[in-house]
Nanobody, 115 residues
Framework: QVQLVESGGDLVQPGGSLRLSCAAS????????MNWYRQAPGKQREFIATIPIGGTTKYADSVAGRFTISRDNVKNTVSLQMNGLKPEDTAVYYCNTAADGFVIWGQGTQVTVSS
């Protein structure tokens, strides 16, 4: 079963930038959809961004225009470039896909936006 490992989370000041990466344990070229979600303390996990193979990316309204999702089917990674970070972006960020009949989640990476 494919495994996903997120990295890149950190403590950053408001207005700063981070780039998260999600590495898959095998080729993602056949994974139609790759997604990013996040979960803030005391809140439900929420959708952030999606990137289908050869399709149009989509974003949650809360991050549109600030975050950019991309995928590299050669390196088997999905990235999330986050600019203009706000304190309300503080959360654990997860990547996600569906493969082999399963929904796959990574372990998450912590992003904290604070001065």
């Amino acid at each position: 079963q494919v495994q996903l490992v997120e990295s890149g989370g950190d403590l950053v000041q408001p207005g700063g930038s981070l780039r998260l990466s999600c590495a898959a344990s095998r080729s993602i070229s056949s994974f139609y959809i790759m997604n990013w979600y996040r979960q803030a303390p005391g809140k439900q996990r929420e959708f952030i961004a999606t990137i289908p193979i050869g399709g149009t990316t989509k974003y949650a309204d809360s991050v549109a225009g600030r975050f950019t999702i991309s995928r590299d089917n050669v390196k088997n990674t999905v990235s999330l470039q986050m600019n203009g970070l706000k304190p309300e972006d503080t959360a654990v960020y997860y990547c996600n896909t569906a493969a082999d009949g399963f929904v796959i989640w990574g372990q998450g990476t912590q992003v904290t936006v604070s001065s």
